[in-house]
Every structure is written in C-alpha cells, then in structure tokens.
C-alpha cells in the first residue's frame, strides 16, 4: 500500500518551487499534485495521455476543447489525450490531483 497525505505533498511540491509534484508512479497511471495561485496563467499543452482532475481546493474555469466550465472544490474533470485545456480565470488558490493513464511521460 502506499499512502499520502496531502498536506505533506503540498509542502513538497511549494518546496520543490513547482507548479507539479508527481507523487506516484505505477505501470498504468501517474498522479501528481497541480497547483496554480489566483490571477496566476496556466502554462499547459495537450498531453498525450487521458487525465482526470480533481479538485482539492480553489476556483477556476476550464476550457477543455471547445467546452468551459466552472470548478470548485470535489469537480471532476476528464481530459482526453490530445485535447488543448487550460485552467483560466482562476479567482482562489487551485489545488487539483491529476491522474494520467498511461503514465505520464
């Protein structure tokens, strides 16, 4: 079993002076700690791989493909691989898990 707390990744990804802190590794999928600060610009480019976010904390808008919606607290969001996406209008502190399958690269 490997188990995490989020407090404690949330100090190591601040540490490491990053935006992502990928936490776990395994043969089919990697998940990281995203985090983007209010007023801050989401850097992205599509991935190849599918991810999934959640979000811990924070509000923001995504644009997935040609689609916008609202997140806050517990969204769920699928981002298939490929498709263009950014987190924007970012209005408190974002904190998201993402889950990449396969793993990230």
Do not use: C, W
């Not at 935006?19 to 999928?29: D, G, P, T, V």
């Not at 490929?82 to 690269?105: C, M, N, Q, T, Y």
């Amino acid at each position: 079993m490997k188990a995490f707390r989020l407090d404690e990744l949330e100090a190591e990804r601040a540490a490491n002076e990053g935006a992502y802190l990928q936490f776990l590794r395994e043969r089919n999928m990697s998940v990281g700690l995203y985090a983007l600060n209010a007023g801050e610009h989401d850097p992205q480019k599509p991935h190849s791989q599918d991810e999934v976010y959640f979000v811990v904390s924070g509000r923001a808008a995504i644009t997935v493909g040609m689609e916008t919606t609202q997140v806050a607290r517990g969204s769920v969001v699928y981002v298939p691989a490929g498709v263009a996406h950014k987190f924007h209008h970012i209005s408190e502190d974002l904190r998201v898990l993402v889950v990449f399958s396969p793993p990230e690269s």
